[in-house]
């Protein structure tokens, strides 16, 4: 069973900076993709970058320029460093893992709430 456990949440005000983690158990993080999703009320859960088992970023539109995704393959970890955050990146943030092992495998964090407000 793998197991995600997100931290660094918090309150941080516009245009500040705030940095996520996500550490997953088990022995096999280097063939896993890895991403952060983030739902804000009542809209639906958003990709906001992934990261594939080669180290390759994608970013959505919105938080290009302003959020890195990064991992460390030593401590199976994926971090989000968002800078110039903005009110409209409020929302809960979840980790998320996409691999495969002799059959498709994802899962999901349990989530941790960022909120942006003065």
């Known amino acids: 069973q793998v197991e995600l456990m997100e931290s660094g949440g918090g309150l941080v005000e516009p245009g500040g900076s705030l940095r996520l983690s996500c550490v997953v158990s088990?022995?096999?993080?280097?063939?896993?993709?890895m991403a952060w999703y983030r739902q804000a009320p009542g809209k639906e859960r958003e990709l906001v970058a992934r990261?594939?088992?080669?180290?390759?970023?994608n970013y959505a539109d919105s938080v290009k320029g302003r959020f890195t995704i990064s991992r460390d393959n030593g401590k199976n970890t994926v971090n989000l460093q968002m800078n110039n955050v903005k009110s409209e990146d409020t929302a809960v943030y979840y980790c998320?893992?996409?691999?495969?092992?002799?059959?498709?495998?994802?899962?999901w964090g349990q989530g941790i709430q960022v909120t942006v407000s003065s």
């Open positions: 998320n893992t996409q691999y495969f092992l002799s059959g498709p495998y994802e899962y």
């Open positions: 088990g022995p096999i993080f280097s063939i896993m993709h």
């Open positions: 990261i594939s088992s080669g180290g390759n970023p």
